[in-house]
Each structure stands twice: as structure tokens, then as C-alpha cells.
T-cell receptor, first 112, second 115 residues
Framework: GQQVMQIPQYQHVQEGEDFTTYCNSS?????IQWYKQRPGGHPVFLIQ?????EVKKQKRLTFQFGEAKKNSSLHITATQTTDVGTYFC????????????FGTGTQLKVEL | EAGVTQFPSHSVIEKGQTVTLRCDPI?????LYWYRRVMGKEIKFLLH????????ESGMPNNRFLAERTGGTYSTLKVQPAELEDSGVYFC?????????????FGQGTRLTVV
């Protein structure tokens, strides 16, 4: 079954509001990456987290990796229309080889 | 530098027909992955090549799917015979190092529709 879940599945926000998507794995992850897919586009790499409890920021985006390395989150401050898309987490399951297991994705829509 | 290229971008075929998808990775990337997204759901792993060798094909759904990477450059994914449930977007990705150690670069995908 699906080992990496994301919530929420969909999120509609008004421009300027904050947005958070959560990624949860049933097993420990050696690392986790985040990707963004614009409508009709392909996944584009955003960031990689490796260390337990790691926090990284990219402008308005804040990424966290849980202490137990089983969960992660992406928080966007003051969303803009350019943030529209689907955000996927993708984790390398410990002992699962060199492939990444994608989360179910969170589709973000931003309204003016 | 050219990115990952996939061909065709769209394909509509009838059930029972054969379709071959092609992926040209970024030059020099030994690692090549095939993933697919069905019905807007999660992106699921199909297989992983390191150069011309299949490193992991645990995600291949059944023997109707055949992937090759002769010469370690471009890769093809053949579906024969295609079934309705094979419809979806097939993504190819390549990475310089093993994915998980570095980022992967995705192609634009091939949208396959089986009718």
C-alpha cells in the first residue's frame, strides 16, 4: 500500500494567505525531497532534506524534516498566484534502494 | 544544456495495440527512472536503470511492460498489449548520482490514453 501520504489533498487559499502541506511516511526515510508540478507540467525539484529535525528556507518557502525522519512539511508564507500547482514530497525509504517514493501530492489553488 | 526529453508528448491508442515511449536523459546521467501518474493520483515508480542495467524494476506492473536502455543512453518503455488501466502520464527522470543523493530532472512526460 501507499507508504507516503500527504495532507491535505487539495487546498484553496486567497492570495496572501499561508499554506502548509504535510508528508507522513509509515517507515523511516533516509532523506526527503520536495517537488512542484505546475498544471500540465512536470515535477521540478525544490529541495532535499537529510538530517533529523532539519529546517531549510527558500524565500517564502520553509521545509522541515521531522525528528524521527518519518514526516516533513512545506509551508508557504503569503501565497502568490505563481505558487499554484501540486506539491509532492518524495522520500527515500531506508533500505528501499535508490528510488524515491512519492507522496500523494497536495494541489494548491490560489485565488485573487 | 538540454533537459530530459520524452517522446511522444501525447499518444492515443486502442486497447490491444502497442505503444513505445522514448526518453532521452540529460547527457552524462547514468541513472534513469521511469515513473507514471495514473488518474491524477500519486507518482508511482516503475523502474531504475544505471547505465544499461536494470537496477530495480520492482515497480513494473506486469509483463506487458518492457523497458530497455541499450547503450546506456536513451531508454524506451513498450506497452504491449495496452489495456485501459495503462492510461496516465509516464514520466522519465535522470540524475547524475543515485537519486536520493541528488536531485532528479524530469521530462515533460508522455500522456498515454488507451481507449
Amino acid at each position: 500500500g501507499q507508504q507516503v501520504m500527504q495532507i491535505p489533498q487539495y487546498q484553496h487559499v486567497q492570495e496572501g494567505e499561508d499554506f502548509t502541506t504535510y508528508c507522513n511516511s509509515s517507515t523511516t526515510l533516509s532523506n526527503i525531497q520536495w517537488y512542484k508540478q505546475r498544471p500540465g507540467g512536470h515535477p521540478v525539484f525544490l529541495i532535499q532534506l537529510v538530517k533529523s529535525g532539519e529546517v531549510k528556507k527558500q524565500k517564502r518557502l520553509t521545509f522541515q524534516f521531522g525528528e524521527a525522519k518519518k514526516n516533513s512539511s512545506l509551508h508557504i508564507t503569503a501565497t502568490q498566484t505563481t505558487d499554484v500547482g501540486t506539491y509532492f514530497c518524495a522520500g527515500r525509504i531506508t533500505g528501499g534502494g535508490n528510488k524515491l517514493t512519492f507522496g500523494t501530492g497536495t494541489q494548491l489553488k490560489v485565488e485573487l | 544544456e538540454a533537459g530530459v526529453t520524452q517522446f511522444p508528448s501525447h499518444s492515443v491508442i486502442e486497447k490491444g495495440q502497442t505503444v513505445t515511449l522514448r526518453c532521452d536523459p540529460i547527457s552524462g546521467h547514468d541513472n534513469l527512472y521511469w515513473y507514471r501518474r495514473v488518474m491524477g493520483k500519486e507518482i508511482k515508480f516503475l523502474l531504475h536503470f544505471v547505465k544499461e542495467s536494470k537496477q530495480d524494476e520492482s515497480g513494473m506492473p506486469n509483463n506487458r511492460f518492457l523497458a530497455e536502455r541499450t547503450g546506456g543512453t536513451y531508454s524506451t518503455l513498450k506497452v504491449q498489449p495496452a489495456e485501459l488501466e495503462d492510461s496516465g502520464v509516464y514520466f522519465c527522470a535522470s540524475s547524475l548520482l543515485a537519486w536520493g543523493d541528488t536531485e532528479a530532472f524530469f521530462g515533460q512526460g508522455t500522456r498515454l490514453t488507451v481507449v
